[in-house]
């Protein structure tokens, strides 16, 4: 059984995080024991949020950071981001996050040439939700209320 930590945001007070409570259920459904469920309204674009910190120092090596989406992880600038889950890595955890490919299990059972590919195509793929979180959340500050 895979051990996860589920971490749930939102941008603002005003808002709940109950759309993103089912991820809970849905993990447990797909086998993972849930050690901790961390809640937080904060912004995205801050890297100093306390729910977050906490979760990252609570990880273990072989454990699971679920999320509803990349967003909700990070919408820092690229670098920021790539510090980040960086920093989750380095616990021995892995992201498990709907829309970022997860190659990590085939890559790990690779070698050669094969395990080069695949641990470079989830570096890209991964890459690209960062950026595209970013871009989402400068394009929500721009547009008009």
């Known amino acids: 059984m895979h051990v996860a930590r589920v971490y749930l945001r939102v941008s603002t007070q005003g808002r709940d995080l109950d759309r993103q409570e089912s991820i809970i259920a849905e993990a447990r459904d797909a086998g993972y024991y849930i050690a901790g469920v961390?809640?937080?309204k904060a912004s995205g674009a801050r890297a100093d949020r306390q729910e977050l910190l906490r979760l990252i120092a609570d990880l273990q090596p072989g454990e699971v950071v679920v999320?509803?989406?990349?967003?909700r992880i990070s919408r820092l600038p690229l670098p920021e981001a790539e510090k980040l889950i960086e920093t989750i890595r380095n616990t021995g955890a892995r992201l498990?996050?709907?829309?970022?490919?997860?190659?990590?299990?085939?890559?790990?059972s690779a070698d050669g040439v094969a395990k080069i590919v695949l641990e470079s195509i989830q570096e890209?793929?991964?890459k690209l939700a960062?950026?595209?979180?970013?871009?989402?959340?400068?394009?929500?500050?721009?547009?008009p209320l």
Do not use: N, T, W
């Not at 999320?67 to 967003?71: L, P, S, T, V």
């Not at 960062?130 to 547009?143: G, K």
């Open 67 to 71: 999320a509803e989406k990349i967003d």
């Open 38 to 40: 961390y809640r937080e």
């Open 130 to 143: 960062l950026q595209m979180a970013r871009d989402d959340f400068e394009d929500r500050r721009e547009r």
């Open 124 to 126: 890209v793929l991964l």
């Open 96 to 108: 498990a996050v709907p829309g970022v490919v997860d190659l990590s299990d085939i890559a790990a």
